[in-house]
Each structure stands twice: as structure tokens, then as C-alpha cells.
């Protein structure tokens, strides 16, 4: 049900309290109304964008350039699904072993594939001992427009808009009331278990506000450092033959018209190398086709010739190679609460500190003068890296749109704020989920997992309650 004016709902008692309608408090819902247990979605945002909602999401960022925090994540119900653009895949099984989830996560790929419109269907091909060939899905689910009837419907699901929460109240380490504004007024919620699902940012904004105001939080926990990303940026161009590469994988060749996805092994991880992915676009613009044609033409003539042939039949994957590349966590990248700006609920403003990783930078010459190798001796293309990554020279960012870690999950009070089933370390019934709780970043687009987070999250909280 879509309540329409807070006064409908302010005395009722939902089991479950959640703040945020993106893909993450979405998927908690889903989960406990297949368990018939009743849950409240508090959205900041309306059915529509709208500039006085998204000024909430006024922030400072400290250090190196990234996207203006205010328009790279969307406050409105369906969350920043309104803009996204719908890459899916799980996270590494090497990526994840590093969690201490085990393989949790794969019992909810399923249904996330459901929730997400996609095929259940991530093939990967061994190229060498460094490389694979990986396939994505790409999903078309905008939540908003997915969900809305079905929560409209729902006897289980509840859902209020235009109501920001600000921070959580209780006692003895309980959390019992989530304060919220509803058109300016403050309004006192209470529950059972509450869930923080309100984003890579935000996850830690409102809980370092909780403990600012209240002894709910404890002192020492890191809540906010850790900020990742996971860069996003072009390593070369190059070209690479798709039917040398389908008659070297054999009936492994993942044939899809997209781009062309290759990553790196375990193997390559293992030898203290970070994990990333590549993928060159088949929709890229000809004129680019065309210079690097004439590029590999001045080098290597022969290679050239065989090369320009490809290009006539259309065989290749040809252009600019755009690379994801892990970030380690950091505990300088952090997110603070401003000292002196406050927003129109008297929350102080986001300030994000963060700065480029050098280690990224190196690691990721090191993929791709692999890479550009293995293309080489299988010859499979000719690869050309950019001046900025040979000369470690920064890389130019395509933008920040993974807003990872400030609320990672761990054993360890001092180095995480969740403990493994997501709850906040030393609270009794106050949960995070979303992309902030992830200790690393990996290579692979976050939302998946995040689902695959809050599907898990949604049956703990429902076992408690059964
Ligand atoms: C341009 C762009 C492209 C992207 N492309 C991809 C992609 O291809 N693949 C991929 O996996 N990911 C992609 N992403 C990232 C993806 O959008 C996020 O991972 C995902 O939306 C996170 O879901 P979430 O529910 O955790 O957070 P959000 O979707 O941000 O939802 C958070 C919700 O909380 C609400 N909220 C915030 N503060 C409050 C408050 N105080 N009170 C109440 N409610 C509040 C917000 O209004 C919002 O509805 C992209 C992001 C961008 C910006």
C-alpha cells in the first residue's frame, strides 16, 4: 500500500522499519512479504525527481575530482534505479571469499535475476592463466516503475514518500524510533528491526548523525571510512579479433552482440595484483575504427593488412578499451559530517574525502600490458596502452558512480561497523544494506550484490520474527 500522508500510519507498529526505496530497501521488502511479514519503506523522495529533495544531497568532496555527489546517486523512489545503467553481474567468487559470507550469496541469485528482468546466465571462459572472458547481463528494471503497483497491491508491503529520516533513537543499545519530517513536521516512528538502505553515502551520513545526537552507536566504530570506488577509465585502444578469439575459445566463445567483456582471473589476483575487467564497445564510433586501423598500418604492415580485412567484414571489437579496476580500501577516504553546513532538517552536509589510488594506477599497467601480451601471443589483436597509464600518471576518471564502503561489514569492531549478517556492531535490531557494507570493492557493478545482500538480509530479519 502507497500512503499518501504520514497521519495515516504514525500509530501503527510495522515489524520492520525501512528507510530508503532503492534497489536495497526494495529487496528487503520483497523478501519479508514472501514471508508474509508486514514492512514500512520510508522515502525521502517523491514519485518524481524533484531539485528540493535532491538538495538533501549537497556534499563536499575533499581531495580528487569526482562527480558532484549531489546528482551521481537520485533521491526519489526507486532511488538511483531511475538512472542506472543496468550492468549485472555477481561479484567474483575470489572477491567475495575475502567477506566471510561464504557462499551465501549465491542462493539469491536466482531471485535477483527475477527482480532484475535478466537470465540467470554469467558464462566465463579461460582465456590464459590471467585472463577470462566474462558475460554481463544488462537489466532494464527501473524499480519505480517495476514495483509500483505490486507495493500499491501488497498486503505486506507499505510505502511512505516525502518522508526524510534523520536518525535513530533507543536505549541500551535498542534502537525503538526512527525520527522522521514529513512536510516539516517531525514525526517519532517506532519498531522492531529497523533497515538503513539509503545508499553508498548516506548509509553513513545518517548513522554518523545517529551517534553524534544519541549513545545508540558506539564511539569507536569507523563508520564512514573506508569510501571506495571502483575506478572507471579508458587504459588504451586497441583492436581484437572476434573470430581468431571464437575459433581460439571454441565452443567456450561467449558469442553476445554487446561489449565485449574479458577480466581478470584469480590467478591474477593472486599474485598480489588487484582484480579488474575490460570491455571494448562494438557501438563505438567508426571514425576511431579507422585511426587505429591506420595506426596498426604504420607499425606492423602485415599485421595491418589482415586487420583492415577484419574491419571490412566486420569481425572485430575495435576501439577504445574502458577498464573497471578494484580500489583498496583506504581508511583516509572517508566521509565526515561538515562542521558548519547543516541542510533544511539541521543534518550536517556529506564531506567526502577521497583521493586516487597510485596502487590502482599501477596495477592496472600491469593488467594491461598483460593483456595487451596475451593478445600478442595468442594473436588475437593488437592492443596500444595510454600514455597517462605507461607514465603512472593519473588516470582520467569517467566518473564515479559506485559509491562503495563507510559502513563495511566485518568480524573486527575496529576495522567494520555490520557485523556478517549486516547489523550494526553492538546494536540489537538496527541493520545497513546497500553497497556502503561492502569491505572491498571488486571490479563488478555493485548492484547485483547489493540485491543479493538484502534478499539475505530480509530472510535473517525474518527468521528472528517467525
Ligand atoms: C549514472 C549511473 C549509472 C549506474 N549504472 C549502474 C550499472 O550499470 N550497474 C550497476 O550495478 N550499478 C549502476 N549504478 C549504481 C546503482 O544505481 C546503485 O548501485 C544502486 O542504485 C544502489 O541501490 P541502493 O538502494 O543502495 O541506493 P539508491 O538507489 O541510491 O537508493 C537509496 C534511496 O534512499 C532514499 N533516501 C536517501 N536518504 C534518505 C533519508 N534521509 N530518508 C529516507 N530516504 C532516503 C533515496 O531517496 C533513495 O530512494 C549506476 C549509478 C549511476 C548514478
Avoid at 500500500?1 to 501503527?12: A, V
Avoid at 516525502?162 to 536505549?171: A, E, L, S
Avoid at 545518517?206 to 569507523?222: A, E, F, S
Wanted: net charge positive; proline share 2%.
Amino acid at each position: 500500500m502507497i500512503y499518501k500522508n504520514i497521519d495515516e500510519i504514525k500509530n501503527s507498529n510495522f515489524p520492520v522499519i525501512i528507510i530508503g526505496s532503492g534497489p536495497a530497501g526494495i529487496s528487503v521488502a520483497l523478501k519479508l512479504e514472501e514471508k508474509k511479514i508486514k514492512s514500512l519503506i520510508i522515502e525521502a523522495g517523491d514519485e518524481e525527481y524533484n531539485h528540493e529533495s535532491q538538495d538533501y544531497y549537497e556534499a563536499k568532496v575533499i581531495g580528487d575530482e569526482i562527480n558532484d555527489l549531489k546528482y551521481s546517486r537520485l533521491r526519489q523512489f526507486g532511488g538511483t534505479s531511475n538512472q542506472w545503467g543496468g550492468w549485472s553481474k555477481p561479484m567474483e567468487d575470489y572477491n567475495l571469499s575475502s567477506w566471510g559470507i561464504n557462499n551465501q550469496l549465491s542462493d539469491y541469485k536466482k531471485q535477483t535475476c527475477k527482480i532484475l528482468n535478466i537470465k540467470n546466465q554469467f558464462r566465463k571462459s579461460n582465456l590464459d592463466n590471467n585472463f577470462n572472458q566474462i558475460e554481463f547481463q544488462y537489466s532494464k528494471v527501473n524499480f519505480k516503475e517495476k514495483y509500483k503497483q505490486h507495493i500499491n497491491k501488497s498486503k505486506y508491503i507499505n510505502l511512505i514518500l516525502n518522508t526524510q529520516i534523520i536518525n535513530f533513537y533507543g536505549q541500551e543499545k535498542l534502537t525503538t524510533h526512527v525520527e522522521c519530517v514529513y512536510k516539516k513536521k517531525k514525526y517519532l516512528l517506532k519498531s522492531k528491526y529497523f533497515v538503513l538502505a539509503t545508499g553508498g553515502v548516506e548509509n553513513s551520513r545518517i548513522l554518523l548523525w545517529t551517534r553524534q545526537i544519541t549513545n545508540l552507536v558506539d564511539k569507536d566504530l569507523p563508520i564512514g571510512r573506508n569510501w571506495m570506488t571502483h575506478p572507471w577509465f579508458i587504459v588504451g585502444h586497441g583492436v581484437l579479433k572476434k573470430k581468431e578469439l571464437a575459433k581460439y575459445l571454441g565452443n567456450k566463445f561467449i558469442d553476445v552482440d554487446g561489449p565485449l567483456h574479458i577480466s581478470s582471473s584469480k590467478n591474477f589476483k593472486d599474485q598480489n595484483l588487484l582484480s579488474g575487467s575490460l570491455y571494448m564497445n562494438s557501438l563505438e564510433n567508426e571514425k576511431i575504427y579507422k585511426e587505429i586501423v591506420k595506426d596498426i598500418l604504420c607499425i606492423a604492415p602485415n599485421f595491418g593488412k589482415k586487420i583492415a580485412r577484419s574491419f571490412l567484414k566486420k569481425d572485430l571489437k575495435c576501439g577504445n578499451i574502458f577498464f573497471h579496476f578494484e580500489e583498496l580500501p583506504n581508511s583516509n577516504n572517508r566521509i565526515t559530517l561538515d562542521k558548519s553546513i547543516k541542510d533544511k532538517n539541521g543534518v550536517p552536509i556529506t564531506n567526502l574525502f577521497y583521493k586516487k589510488s597510485n596502487f590502482t594506477l599501477k596495477k592496472s599497467k600491469i593488467m594491461i600490458e598483460n593483456f595487451a601480451n596475451t593478445c600478442r601471443k595468442l594473436d588475437l589483436g593488437r592492443v596500444a596502452v595510454k600514455k597517462n597509464i605507461l607514465d603512472l600518471k593519473n588516470y582520467e576518471s569517467l566518473g564515479v558512480y559506485h559509491h562503495i564502503g563507510g559502513t563495511t561489514l566485518g568480524v573486527n569492531k575496529k576495522n567494520s561497523v555490520v557485523d556478517i549478517n549486516l547489523k550494526v556492531h553492538n546494536n540489537k535490531n538496527l541493520f545497513v544494506t546497500g553497497s556502503s557494507v561492502f569491505p572491498t570493492s571488486g571490479y563488478t557493478n555493485p548492484t547485483f550484490t547489493i540485491i543479493q545482500l538484502s534478499l539475505r538480509l530480509g530472510e535473517h530479519i525474518s527468521k528472528k520474527i517467525i
